[in-house]
C-alpha cells in the first residue's frame, strides 16, 4: 500500500510540474511577442474569436484582383451545392472537404494523376492485388490544404468517393472528375489589421444561398489561408 501511495504521489508531483512549466512557458512567450499578439493564441488554438473580433479598418473592392483571389479558395469548397459546412480549423476542412478538394485536384492536374506510369507503379507494388487508374499523392493534398487553409498537420483518411492507400501513401477514386456546378458572388470584402473577411453567397440556376463569411489570415510573405467559414 505504501509502494501504491508512494507512486501516486510522484506522478501527482510531476503532473504538477508539468503544468507549471507549460504555464511558465506560455507567459515567457507573452512577455517577448507582447500581450496583443495572436501568435501566442494561435499556438493554444485560441486565435479565431480574436481574429473575428478585430476593428474592420475599411472596405475592398468586390470586382478587384485581390476579391478574386479570395473567391478562388473558397471555389475549392464548392462542388454542386449551395450549401456548406461551417468550420474554424484545418482538421474540420480536412475532414468534411476531403472528396470536394481532391476533386478539385483531379480537375487541375488530371493528366498528372490519371494514368501516371510512376504513381501507378508506386500503387501497384504496395497493393499486388489492386488495379487503379487514378493516383493522387496524399502529399498534394496536405500541401494544398495547408498552403490554402492554414495549420502545420494534415490528417489522411477515406472520404465518401476517394480511397485512401495507406501503404501507397496515394489517394484513388472509381469515378470521374466533376465540374463545379455552383458559383461564388461576392458581397461585401473587410479589412482587419490581421484578417480580410469575405461575404459570398453561392448561385446554382435559380437557387440562391444564405450569406456566409469566409475568415482569411494574413501571413506575413504576403499571402493568406481561409481560417474560418460561418454562415451569416
Same mark, same amino acid.
Given at each position: ?19 507549471? *512549466? ?5 507567459? =515567457?512567450? !507573452?512577455? &517577448? +511577442? ?5 501568435? %501566442?493564441? #494561435? ?68 493528366? *498528372? ?5 510512376? =504513381?501507378? !507503379?508506386? &500503387? +501497384? ?5 489492386? %488495379?487503379? #487508374? ?99
Amino acid at each position: 500500500m505504501r509502494h501504491i501511495k508512494t507512486s501516486r504521489g510522484r506522478r501527482r508531483r510531476a503532473g504538477i510540474l508539468l503544468l507549471m *512549466l507549460v504555464l511558465c512557458a506560455t507567459f =515567457l512567450v !507573452s512577455c &517577448v +511577442a507582447g500581450s496583443g499578439t495572436l501568435w %501566442v493564441k #494561435s499556438l493554444l488554438g485560441t486565435d479565431t474569436p480574436s481574429y473575428r473580433a478585430e476593428a474592420v479598418l475599411g472596405e475592398c473592392e468586390i470586382d478587384g484582383a485581390l476579391a478574386g483571389s479570395l473567391e478562388e479558395i473558397v471555389e475549392m469548397l464548392v462542388l454542386d451545392s449551395t450549401h456548406l459546412s461551417e468550420f474554424d480549423s484545418t482538421g474540420e476542412v480536412a475532414r468534411e472537404y476531403r472528396d470536394v478538394l481532391l476533386n478539385a485536384l483531379l480537375c487541375k492536374n488530371y493528366s *498528372l494523376y490519371t494514368g501516371n506510369a510512376t =504513381l501507378l !507503379s508506386k &500503387v +501497384a507494388n504496395a497493393y499486388p492485388h489492386t %488495379v487503379v #487508374s487514378t493516383a493522387i499523392p496524399a502529399e498534394d493534398f496536405e500541401n494544398a490544404v495547408l498552403r490554402y487553409f492554414g495549420g502545420t498537420h494534415v490528417g489522411n483518411g477515406d472520404g465518401e468517393f476517394f480511397s485512401y492507400l495507406s501503404r501507397s501513401q496515394t489517394y484513388t477514386t472509381a469515378i470521374c472528375p466533376r465540374e463545379r456546378t455552383v458559383e461564388v458572388e461576392s458581397e461585401m470584402l473587410e479589412e482587419t489589421e490581421n484578417t480580410y473577411r469575405l461575404y459570398f453567397h453561392l448561385i446554382k440556376g435559380e437557387e440562391r444561398s444564405a450569406t456566409y463569411c469566409a475568415l482569411f489570415v494574413k501571413r506575413a510573405d504576403g499571402s493568406v489561408f481561409l481560417r474560418a467559414l460561418e454562415e451569416r
